[in-house]
């Protein structure tokens, strides 16, 4: 929200306190409070009439400080909040400076009002005049505003799923969850957390909307404000992103680690197609006698009968006996994902269940609230109520107990603000939670009844600690090369901002990709951390566009299962640090200035480079970093740094490897959820001096490079292995042997 008519003056309406001058302090143990008058204090008389603005400052983990602000303080306390997580540690508060590890909040106590941020003996940002804001507008109405500071050449990134440019500087930014598609400035998945190139992140721990201005009101600044009397917000010192999103998932919530299966080929009835059980069979056996293996075989929304949604009940005329269909799918080797959302039709026998015992959001007036999009006269489950949670978990609990094994928890975004919720929560800051009560639901109830490991959801909407519900999708895309480049951006934007896991529509949901469209975005699919086909009026088995389709269908599925066991040990780094699958370039190479803007490739855990091609022709221009790459398709060599410009069939991507890399690749095609390091072959790229260690199942293998003499040496269970030196020596080792010298 914007609050200035350029730099000078406010707009109309709005009158602003700024903190000018630090009058006094306070220390406690572990915290340091100021108070800020709003005009210089130059004799007693100054005192009066004179609003103070409280600061405090305080550290729940180390190389972090969140700094609270705020003029009326005497507002009962509202919720929901993020769950934040503490660490015990050391604070040293001196005078008026607060330090948790390497990062220090220090705030000026001279004439001039400032508060700098300060690590290693490095500014990396900080607030001054006319920073901080307490500002009243002229229908009563309150806000708080910050402004951090933004250096030459400093790029932000992240605030959630965003389709525009992966960069956000110079753009205004509503942390507000919607239904909009994948082609606007709406998002599903909004994500108060931002992060930029100059060794930095910021948290703003509010719930409910807050109003991001990036360089854009004030072209030297990111301002971020929200409605109320108070406003708090966490520093998180890297320096690295990387860095940056462990301590900042370690705040929030790590990623589970999903099954394995899991990573394999998604097939969907599509949306509003017609499909029965024969539909589904027919498409599981045409996949099976293509040599297309699928691992989930996922049933859109008309499971249920129309109007219905939701009631949990399978459509008897469409699918007579669902226990025994769900059994014939798993003795294929297939598992099964339902359709659901947290929304109960008027018509479903749910609504009536749920009205009774006060399972359904209400208006203040006692009613419950409804409305006719989407399903006619629907309601919102209150998952607030923990007597709501347990009704709507045990519905989805007799349908995992059937043999359902996973969910796709989606909407969750239209949540409406005219209403009272069970616990008393703030109707303003339950619209982006609402999603994070929701799909915890929906992901306890399979982690209850599969175990540890085995829970997995496909959900669309999510906000601050959602990345610990894997896997997310990007929504509504459009089958056209366009909406596959917005829904990338959309991917590492989330991918930016603490999500581990994700996935989008192959081809597109909103229309019939046309083939070249459909086989380009199945090479993207493939080398994603998850992949799915699926749309909304028109079915997406491949051989429905042409038979190239199965081609090129087969050999990235076959070559993603391959790459199994490399991938697991990238989904084990995003569920213990942070790290997610997909990888934007500046994760990966922070100190490379070239990859600042780069969105259209991303890095597939940290040695695979991928730039998905964007063009019928094949025509794609991609960056490369510094040194040796390998093309893991045809071993040709890209030297880097610099941009490369190529032309692809439809049965090949840009997939380079990074140099010095150690790549296991499996040895099965044919499933995604096998003994990895059974028969693994050890790919070994431009070996570079000293050693690498991966890890591959439960064994880790190292590789040592001494001049010409290389060893590899393995630790864990005894199982048959092999390595390739690709790049400066030529060798292959047999089964079993562990060390050789290079010619």
Known sequence: ??????????????????????????????????????????????????????????????????????????????????????????????????????????????????????????????????????????????????????????????????????????????????????????????????????????????????????????????????????????????????????????????????PAWSFGLWLTTSFTTPYDEETVTSFVDGMAERDLPLSVFHFDTFWMREFHWCDFEWDPAIFPDPPGMLKRLHDRGLRTCLWINPYIAQRSAMFEEGRANGYLVKKADGDVWQWDRWQAGMALVDFTNPAAREWYAAKLAVLVEMGVDAFKSDF?????????????????????????????????????????????????????????????????????????????????????????????????????????????????????????????????????????????????????????????????????????????????????PAVTYVDRQYLLGGDLLVAPVFSEGGEVSYYVPAGRWTSFLTGDVVAGPGWVHETHGFGSVPLLVRPGAVIPIGNRTDRPDYDYADGVTLRVFEPAEGSTSVRVGESTFTVTRDGTAIRVERSGPSLPWRVEIIGGAAADLGAGDASWVAG
């Open 1 to 258: 929200m914007k609050f200035t008519d350029g730099y000078w003056l406010k707009r109309k309406g709005f009158t602003v306190l700024h903190p000018a001058q630090l009058r006094d302090s306070q220390a406690d143990e572990k915290a340091l409070t100021v108070w800020a008058s709003t005009k210089p204090v130059r004799s007693r008389s100054d005192t009066l009439d004179t609003p103070l603005i409280t600061i405090r400052a305080e550290a729940p983990m180390p190389d972090v400080i969140r700094v609270t602000l705020g003029h009326f303080l005497g507002g009962v306390p509202k919720g929901p909040n993020f769950e934040i997580a503490t660490e015990d540690h050391e604070v040293a508060v001196s005078g008026v400076s607060l330090t948790s590890g390497n990062l220090t909040a220090r705030f000026d106590a001279g004439e001039r009002w400032g508060l700098d941020f300060v690590a290693e003996g490095k500014r990396l940002t900080g607030t001054g005049w006319r920073g901080m804001g307490i500002v009243d507008g002229a229908d009563g109405e309150h806000y708080v505003h910050e402004q951090l500071d933004l250096g030459v050449g400093e790029a932000v990134y992240g605030l959630g799923e965003r389709f525009g440019p992966y960069v956000k500087n110079g753009q205004s930014i509503d942390i507000w969850n919607e239904d909009g598609g994948t082609s606007s400035e709406l998002a599903y998945k909004n994500v108060p957390f931002y992060l930029t190139n100059r060794g930095y992140g910021v948290l703003v721990d509010h719930p409910g909307r807050v109003s991001f201005e990036v360089a854009s009101e004030m072209v030297s600044r990111t301002q971020f404000s929200v409605a109320g009397q108070t406003l708090s917000y966490l520093i998180i010192y890297g320096p690295t992103p990387a860095d940056i999103l462990r301590k900042y998932t370690a705040l929030t919530g790590r990623p589970a680690l999903p």
């Open 412 to 592: 969750g975004e239209r949540v409406p603000t005219d209403v009272v919720w069970h616990d008393g929560s703030d109707p303003e800051r339950m619209h982006n939670y609402y999603t994070q009560l929701y799909n915890q639901v929906v992901f306890d109830v399979l982690k209850e009844a599969r175990g540890e490991g085995e829970a997995v959801l496909f959900a669309r909407s999510a906000t601050v600690g959602g990345q610990q519900f894997p896997v997310h999708w990007g929504g509504d895309n459009s089958a056209t090369y366009e909406s596959m480049a917005e829904s990338l951006r959309g991917g590492l934007s989330l991918m930016s901002s603490g999500f581990g896991f994700w996935s989008h529509d192959i081809g597109g949901f909103e229309g019939r990709p046309d083939p070249a469209v459909f086989k380009r975005w199945i090479a993207f699919g493939l080398l994603s951390s998850h992949s799915r086909l699926h749309g909304n009026h028109s079915y997406r088995v491949p051989w429905l566009f042409d038979d190239e389709s199965v081609e090129v269908l087969r050999s990235f599925t076959h070559l993603k299962y391959s790459l199994m066991p490399y991938l697991w040990e990238a989904a084990r780094q995003a569920h213990e640090q942070g790290l997610p699958v997909m990888r934007p370039m500046m994760l990966g190479f922070p100190d490379d």
